[in-house]
């Protein structure tokens, strides 16, 4: 017989989610003092209005992410689209004014939602 691995648990799989929601909780404070520091900087009006409504999605979807960590009848699957989430989510604030594909993530947490919904 062959070597082979088993692939991971769903149980490890919630872990790296757990993982991956703390450090997207550690960023989100770390972007909230960055907008607490835009507020009264004068001529980022723009800058500062775009990044609130970047930091209220990236909120809802830590929310979404929690969900679907704290469901007993949630599917690999789901566990895997919502750890790609925050990481995508993360890694497009951390470069918050370029946004890279911020549409696409976007459309990972409806869909995500939308899941959720369906399994209610």
């Given amino acids: 017989m062959g070597n082979f691995e ?3 648990s769903i149980d490890e799989y919630k872990s790296r989610l757990g993982d991956k929601i703390a450090d997207a909780d550690a960023f989100r404070t770390l972007l909230a003092s ?3 520091g835009l507020a009264g900087a004068p001529g980022k009006e723009s800058e500062l209005e775009e990044i609130k409504k970047a930091f ?3 909120e809802e979807s830590i929310a979404i992410c929690r969900q679907v960590f704290d469901s007993t009848t949630v599917s690999r699957a789901d566990i895997l689209e919502a750890t790609r ?3 995508n989510m993360t890694a497009s604030l951390s470069d918050w004014k370029k946004l890279k594909g ?3 993530i976007q459309g990972q947490a409806k869909i995500l939602t939308f899941r959720k919904k369906e399994q209610a």
């Fill in 85 to 87: 989430l925050i990481i």
């Fill in 56 to 58: 209220i999605e990236f």
């Fill in 6 to 8: 088993l692939s991971p």
């Fill in 102 to 104: 911020w549409s696409k």
């Fill in 34 to 36: 960055y907008i607490g």
